[in-house]
């Protein structure tokens, strides 16, 4: 096989939260990259953000600015180099906004990817790192979740995930060669240590972490805690939060070992630690020395109340743990929304 430095990636939504912390670890192990990106919930400063960090030009960090649903925007990705593999991350991922228009759903998340495998196909590519979500679970059988457990989506939003995992399934067992990671990432939060790169939210975040940062910078007066009363040691709902540069090196791991999969395989990357909402909130006051007032709110509509990974096969199949604790993601979420108070617009 030929070294990193020889080989070419194309990461579809890289100038995402998660895809523009992916790039970096891949220009830094030695991979040139071309993003594609179509900008719908993203800035183009993030690339720029990301050849500053690590020091790469337009060559060994292009940009494509272009749709996944458009076969002759991926033929100009694809053209940049001699693509080795891809990695996915383009599509929508808000589970309310899945609710409300399930078309955009499918048709960025679904008819996307089929955009995306035709184009590889076209190209003679057939190594593939998909961003799957533990939201394939559903209601968990148990904790922690291992990837046999059985799969059951509650939103149209997770049912564009559960599709694309059996399309790529079908697709990789049609044919020899394809060799498919689908990661089941769990809840990606933190930001690059620089501070230069981070999640950025359009509008009211959805998520906890962002909103908490959003609290403690001041742009938000409160957070809303939805439940206190859960069969929980604190009675608030528990998830795996991972820091999103231990996910963007599980990106470089499953590339690394791609070659040990055969056919398309689901992989959970997650810490195997829980932590309650008020763990983060506590966490989150540490690392801001912000008083971050909350309020006790309903339950919210199809909130699981606990999940978190087992992540054994991660470590066996692909070399990858998590090593960054809660309060460094706090930390480093904080650097970065404390010196980019209203996100890449800052
Ligand atoms: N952030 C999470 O909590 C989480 C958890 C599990 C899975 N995921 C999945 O990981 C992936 C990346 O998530 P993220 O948090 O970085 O989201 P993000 O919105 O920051 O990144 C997605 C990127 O894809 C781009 N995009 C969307 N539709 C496109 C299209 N049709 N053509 C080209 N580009 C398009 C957006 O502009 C954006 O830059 C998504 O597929 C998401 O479903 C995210």
């Known amino acids: 096989m030929s070294e990193p430095e020889d080989r070419t990636v194309v990461v579809t939504g890289g100038a995402g939260y998660i895809g523009s912390h992916t790039c970096v670890v891949l220009l830094e192990a030695g991979?040139?990259?071309?993003?594609?990106?179509?900008?719908d919930n993203s800035s183009e400063v993030a690339i720029d953000r990301v050849r500053e960090l690590t020091g790469a030009d337009a060559d060994r960090?292009?940009?494509?600015?272009?749709?996944?649903?458009?076969?002759?925007?991926?033929?100009?990705?694809?053209?940049?180099?001699?693509?080795?593999?891809?990695?996915?991350?383009?599509?929508?991922k808000a589970v309310g906004e899945s609710v409300?228009?399930?078309?955009?759903?499918?048709?960025?998340?679904?008819?996307?990817?089929?955009?995306?495998?035709?184009a590889m196909q076209r190209h003679g590519v057939r190594d593939l790192v998909f961003s799957s979500s533990c939201t394939v679970y559903g209601e968990p059988e148990g904790v922690p979740i291992t990837e046999g457990m059985r799969v059951g989506a509650q939103s149209?939003?997770?049912?564009?995930?559960?599709?694309?995992?059996?399309?790529?399934?079908?697709?990789?067992?049609?044919?020899?060669?394809?060799?498919?990671?689908?990661?089941?990432?769990?809840?990606?939060v933190g930001a690059h240590p620089s501070g230069r790169i981070g999640e950025d939210p359009v509008g009211i975040p959805n998520n906890l972490m962002p909103y908490i940062m959003q609290v403690a910078v001041?742009?938000?007066?409160?957070?809303?805690?939805?439940?206190?009363?859960?069969p929980t040691p604190d009675g608030t709902c528990i998830r795996d939060y991972l820091h999103v540069v231990d996910l963007a090196e599980g990106h470089l791991a499953a590339l690394d070992h791609i070659d040990r999969l055969d056919g398309a395989i689901a992989v959970n990357l997650g810490t195997g630690v829980g932590s309650s909402v008020l763990d983060v909130v506590h966490a989150a006051r540490a690392a801001t020395g912000q008083p971050i007032p909350y309020e006790v709110g309903p339950r919210r509509a199809g909130d699981v109340v606990a999940a978190w990974a087992d992540p054994t096969a991660a470590a066996e199949l692909l070399g990858w743990r998590a090593t960054r604790t809660l309060d460094e993601m706090c930390a480093d979420h904080w650097r970065w929304q404390a010196t980019n108070p209203a996100g890449y617009a800052s």
Not at 31 to 39: P, Q
Not at 85 to 92: D, I
Not at 100 to 118: A, K, Q
């Open 31 to 39: 991979w040139r990259v071309v993003v594609i990106d179509n900008l």
């Open 61 to 92: 960090c292009a940009f494509v600015e272009g749709d996944i649903r458009e076969p002759a925007d991926l033929d100009r990705a694809f053209a940049v180099g001699d693509a080795a593999a891809v990695v996915h991350f383009a599509g929508r």
């Open 100 to 118: 409300d228009h399930p078309l955009w759903y499918y048709d960025h998340n679904v008819g996307g990817t089929v955009c995306l495998l035709e």
């Open 156 to 188: 149209p939003y997770g049912r564009t995930k559960l599709i694309i995992e059996e399309m790529l399934a079908d697709v990789a067992a049609s044919e020899p060669g394809w060799r498919v990671a689908l990661l089941r990432y769990f809840n990606p």
């Open 218 to 230: 001041g742009r938000r007066d409160h957070l809303t805690v939805n439940g206190d009363d859960y």
